[in-house]
């Protein structure tokens, strides 16, 4: 059995991550910590794992944690996890952090879109983006994983057949994405608050989002040209998951059904990336508590405009359901382990 440990274990991620290790069959959850004001069991925490899950969550102790575990997720917020994973890889063990601290390739960039200066920049080389379908092999490898943000990761996947094939324009993409309250943290401020949002929709930090460079990153990787993401998040009035929705120009005549065929060819061996049949499109409800990114696309030959839209949950595909796949992958377990 993989032991493993969750830090930020009270967190809306580190939820989902103890819904989904719980249930695994190659893992056992040696250690829960949190920051807490006195030590409680997980089930007194969430009363959703009664029976399930007995052990108490504390305050981190970092040398204790690893006297218990081989693995570590760190569920921690941007700009904490770089305190704490440089300690546990020198304790040998292996970290797939959660937040953006490792994401980013750029120092400059990560402590200009971040607002804080990078206190393990060294291990920034080390780190390996975690989006398997693009990083398999890097992943199997690595002691350090940087677990995708969610917006990057069904964004990402939606534009990376037709970048990579140089079906449309690097110099215009457009994005209109709609998450879910999860997306903003267990502490949200006024602006997340029921009466505020809903019956309500709307957007914030339009083309201002710290995951743009990211999806810039990833995304020029792919092309092996400049790509800059033109993005407009908004706030839905739903508990969970993502839908993107992207603008592309082509750069030729292409018909739909050949798109749909460069997608699926694309992702054919894929286990997590489902492609919809022409005139069908993605719905948010049939990824919800799962690790599937669905996605459908529209053009015609008479019209340069390409949409593709996608859907993910964003606590599963865009967080912790995208960790333990790569916990999979460098456990040498099978890939859908654990996962739906």
């Known amino acids: 059995m993989l032991k493993v440990a969750v830090v930020g274990a009270t967190g809306y991620t580190g939820e989902e991550l103890l819904r989904l290790l719980v249930n695994h069959p190659r893992v056992e959850i040696a250690s829960l910590t949190a920051k807490v004001d006195r030590p409680q069991d997980i089930s007194d925490i969430f009363p959703k794992f009664a029976k399930k899950l007995r052990m108490e969550c504390a305050n981190l102790d970092i040398d204790e944690v690893a006297e218990k575990c081989s693995l570590v997720f760190l569920a921690l917020p941007h700009t904490v996890s770089m305190e704490a994973a440089p300690r546990f890889l020198e304790l040998g063990k292996k970290v797939i952090d959660l937040s953006a601290d490792y994401r980013l390739g750029d120092i400059e960039t990560y402590e200009k879109w971040y607002g804080a200066r990078h206190k393990s920049s060294g291990l ?104 800059k993401v033109t993005f407009a998040p908004h706030v839905a009035p739903i508990s969970r998951g993502i839908m993107n929705t992207i603008f592309l120009r082509k750069r030729e ?5 050949h798109v749909i065929e460069k997608f699926s060819d694309f992702y054919r061996d894929e286990p997590f990336v489902r492609i919809k049949a022409s005139g069908s499109f993605p719905q948010i409800k049939d990824v919800v508590e799962t690790n599937y990114c669905d996605i459908g696309c529209w053009t015609d030959e008479t019209s340069a405009n390409l949409i593709v839209s996608s859907a993910i949950d964003n606590l599963t595909k865009g967080a912790a359901g995208q960790a333990i796949q790569n916990m999979n992958i460098m456990a040498g377990f099978d890939e859908t382990l654990g996962l739906v």
């Open 124 to 227: 920034i080389a080390r780190a390996v983006y975690g989006l398997p379908e693009f990083y398999r092999e890097k992943i199997r490898e690595a002691d350090l994983i940087a677990n995708p943000g969610c917006y990057p990761t069904g964004i990402i996947l939606a534009c990376a057949p037709l970048i990579k094939e140089k079906v449309v324009e690097l110099a215009q993409i457009m994005v209109v994405s709609y998450s879910g309250l999860t997306g903003a943290g267990r502490k949200g401020t006024m602006a997340f608050h029921f009466s505020e949002v809903s019956e309500n929709l709307k957007p914030y930090k339009v083309n201002q989002h710290q995951h743009i460079p990211e999806m810039d990153q990833e995304l020029t990787k792919l092309a092996g040209h400049p790509v």
């Open 253 to 257: 005549t292409i018909s739909l059904d």
